[in-house]
């Protein structure tokens, strides 16, 4: 084979494969990249939650095991390397009961408490020895 039906067989090769995507059409907006990204995000708000306070460290593992239990879903949904619509509609319920028990856990009147307080502030036992360094 020489160089020019080498080059001829490898673009025949390129265009093909690019006509097939062109007529597959849109990708589906609940693929496995944007479960992974949804899921990826909501494990970002459980943490942040963590971190102000927002959700104590019980409710975060509860809701780390709902997550874990979605990425359990979806690979038993992945098995045989396709998403139906179905499995599809069920992930994203499971999602969407994922993040409306984020919200809540993050929004209702529950606060962790604190171990001490923030910023070096005065409290009032510390208020005179303050005024007597000042002298």
Do not use: W
């Not at 990249?33 to 990826?40: D, K, V, W």
């Not at 990425?71 to 994203?92: C, F, I, P, R």
């Amino acid at each position: 084979m020489n160089a020019k039906s080498f080059v001829l067989v490898l673009s025949a090769f390129f265009l093909c494969s690019a006509a097939g995507s062109a007529f597959a059409g849109p990708k589906q907006k609940v693929g496995k990249a944007h479960t992974n990204a949804r899921q990826h995000r909501q494990e970002h708000r459980i943490r942040q939650g963590v971190k102000s306070g927002e959700v104590t460290k019980k409710e975060a593992a509860r809701l780390k095991a709902e997550q874990k239990a979605i990425n359990k879903m979806e690979e038993e949904a992945l098995e045989d390397g396709h998403l139906s619509k179905k499995e599809k509609k069920h992930l994203q319920r499971a999602q969407n009961a994922a993040s409306r028990d984020i919200y809540r856990q993050k929004h209702d009147e529950q606060k962790r408490p604190e171990a001490e307080p923030s910023g070096g502030e005065v409290t009032s036992g510390d208020s005179s020895k303050s005024t007597d360094t000042a002298k």
